[in-house]
């Protein structure tokens, strides 16, 4: 069975810091990876997703991936208050069928 | 991009009455939905994947016949929780994987159900 590991937090940066935030998976055929965002009270949004080694960027955000490792990380850069949220990783498996982590709440402070 | 609905987003019902949830894909078909559970502070549960056409494939420890799932067309899954009680009080979100990998998770804003 697929595991992914998420530190659950709470992960607190002062503003403006980079936030980094950790992924661990245990298949190693996994190919791609995905990160979600979610407030409070609300469903989750994906932010991003990475499916080559190395790093992909988009804006404040970078996702890192290192299968050798089997690590997936996502670094937000200038961290703002509105980053503040729980931050899901996730792995998809057969079917279609994601497995996530069970999420790393961010808390950025003015 | 793919959006998906749901409807109602909060229900609050006596104990013992069944609620109805509807989840729809307003700009894509979805032959596959997926219906999670979300407690306080709790990650993300999947319950069931809802298939197109066939039945519904539950999670272990899900009991089917108390969250009914049917999903008639290629844009709408429903689920109905059937008896209600109170410790099924909880954050209810579907979600349609979209995209050319497949693997790509649309989430519908959810339905959080209070149970008295």
């Known amino acids: 069975q697929k595991e992914v590991e998420q530190n659950s937090g709470p992960l607190s940066v002062p503003e403006g810091a980079i936030a980094s935030l950790n992924c661990t998976y245990s298949?190693?055929?996994?190919?791609?990876f995905f990160w979600y965002r979610q407030y409070s009270g609300k469903s989750p949004e994906l932010i991003m997703f990475i499916y080559s080694n190395g790093d992909k960027e988009d804006g404040r955000f970078t996702a890192q991936l290192n299968k050798a490792s089997q690590y997936v990380s996502l670094l937000i850069r200038d961290s703002q208050p509105s980053d503040s949220a729980t931050y899901l990783c996730?792995?998809?498996?057969?079917?279609?069928?994601?497995?996530f982590g069970r999420g790393t709440s961010l808390i950025v402070h003015p | 991009g793919a959006v998906v609905s749901q409807h109602p987003s909060w229900v609050i019902c006596k104990s013992g009455t069944s609620v109805k949830i509807e989840c729809r894909s307003l700009?894509?078909?979805?032959?596959?939905m997926f219906w999670y559970r979300q407690f306080p502070k709790q990650s993300l549960m999947l319950m069931a994947t809802s298939n197109e056409g066939s039945k519904a494939t539950y999670e272990q420890g899900v009991e089917k016949d108390k969250f009914l799932i049917n999903h008639a067309s290629l844009t709408l899954s429903t689920l109905t929780v059937t008896s209600a009680h109170p410790e099924d009080s909880s954050f209810y979100i579907c979600?349609?994987?979209?995209?050319?990998?497949?693997?790509?998770?649309?989430f519908g804003p959810g339905t959080r159900l209070t149970v008295l």
């Open positions: 700009d894509f078909q979805a032959t596959t």
């Open positions: 996730a792995v998809p498996g057969g079917s279609y069928i994601p497995t």
């Open positions: 298949d190693r055929g996994s190919q791609s």
């Open positions: 979600s349609a994987p979209v995209g050319g990998t497949g693997n790509e998770q649309f």
